[in-house]
């Protein structure tokens, strides 16, 4: 069974530029969750997604955004790139409601110049 | 305090030792993850536990859910296990969310 897949694995993009970042769960899961390792720091929750609605989201400024898609696969933005947003992106998928399982990808590396 | 706290931060051994890296956690959990990832690479999942213990090769990871508290070992320590380890929890409270540690940095030299 193929695992959560991210895409792509690593952008770069000049500040001001948007970024789209994809992931795709695994089979069955509907959940979906994207979090934030920016450089030093430890990795921070940004959404969360379910059956295509935004459930809960991190404490990121409104230029992160994303969607859900109806095959569960999900998009994250981020507009109006600064270079502090140059991080490792992670995503998470799980069922709606899990025990604790949940399956990560490998992640995408944005760069911002 | 952060619910989620790793030591040690950073640990350097030699090639051939047994290594322990720590978890402890302030809130309730359903599970707890062990994540590896090698410099300027992606994040592997390397076990999800809700009790008792698990080996894999030379990777053992054990939980005690009373104490808050996980460990991952690594047995025959490589160089090749250099990376970051990451301890995540899967909270209980509030909404559904994963919360990170900041991570323990191992080198092994060979």
């Known amino acids: 069974e193929a695992g959560v897949t991210q895409s792509p694995t690593h952008l770069i993009k000049t500040r001001g530029q948007q970024a789209t970042l994809r992931c795709s769960p695994i089979s069955g899961h509907t959940s979906v969750y994207w979090y934030q390792q920016a450089l030093g720091l430890g990795l921070q929750f940004l959404l969360w997604y379910d059956e295509g609605e935004e459930r809960n989201r991190g404490n990121f400024p409104p230029r992160f955004s994303g969607r859900q898609f109806p095959n569960y696969s999900s998009e994250l933005n981020v507009n109006a790139l600064e270079l502090e947003d140059s991080a490792l992106y992670l995503c998470?998928?799980?069922?709606?409601?899990?025990?604790?399982?949940?399956?990560f990808g490998s992640g995408t590396r944005l760069t911002v110049v | 305090k952060n619910e989620v706290e790793q030591s040690p931060q950073n640990l350097t051994a030699q090639e051939g030792e047994f290594i322990t890296i720590n978890c402890s956690y302030s809130?309730?959990?359903?599970?707890l993850h062990w994540l590896q990832q090698h410099p300027g690479g992606g994040i592997v999942s390397l076990f999800m536990l809700s009790s008792g213990k698990k080996k894999h090769g030379r990777l053992i990871a054990t939980i005690n859910i009373q104490e808050k508290h996980s460990s991952l070992h690594i047995t025959a320590s490589h160089p090749r296990d250099s990376a970051v380890y990451i301890c995540?929890?899967?909270?209980?409270?509030?909404?559904?969310?994963?919360?990170f540690g900041q991570g323990t940095r191992l080198t092994i030299n060979p």
């Open positions: 998470a998928s799980s069922l709606r409601f899990t025990k604790g399982g949940y399956t």
């Open positions: 995540a929890v899967a909270i209980i409270q509030g909404a559904q969310k994963l919360v």
């Open positions: 809130v309730g959990i359903s599970a």
